[in-house]
């Protein structure tokens, strides 16, 4: 669950919660019409993702998850599974899903990898 925010932002922590919570909070129409496109590109991202297979957790953050009327990006933090082999040929679709160049031409999103151990 999502909890209110705090002069404008998430209080500090992590909070688990589906694409439907995240647009419900962030992804509405504001004052301009910059909310919307962006989540819809979220919800891609994140279906091709699970597609994927190579994703546990996906952490949602900037200007997107704050009040701020027209944020720019949305910044992420994808962690892959644990088992996921790092040395393995990747596929297309793993590839995109990874790829900082290729989540900013095809989402417009900027991403960081991590693997659950590195979160800890």
């Known amino acids: 669950m999502i909890p209110e925010l705090e002069d404008g932002v998430l209080p500090e922590g992590i909070?688990?919660?589906?694409?439907?919570?995240?647009?419900?909070v962030f992804g509405r129409f504001s004052r301009s019409d910059r909310r919307p496109p962006?989540?819809?590109?979220?919800r891609q991202y994140i279906f091709d993702a699970r597609l994927a297979g190579i994703a546990s957790a996906l952490?949602?953050?900037?200007s997107y998850i704050t009040a701020k009327q027209e944020p720019g990006d949305i910044d992420m933090v994808l962690a892959l599974r644990p088992?996921?082999?790092?040395?393995?040929?990747?596929?297309?679709?793993?590839y995109n899903v990874q790829s900082k160049r290729m989540?900013?031409?095809?989402y417009g999103?900027?991403?960081l990898l991590a693997t659950d151990q590195s979160l800890a």
């Open 38 to 42: 962006l989540t819809e590109k979220l």
């Open 59 to 62: 952490v949602i953050d900037g």
């Open 109 to 111: 999103f900027d991403v």
């Open 15 to 24: 909070y688990s919660c589906t694409v439907d919570e995240v647009e419900q």
């Open 83 to 94: 088992d996921l082999d790092l040395s393995a040929e990747l596929r297309p679709m793993e």
């Open 103 to 106: 989540v900013k031409r095809l």
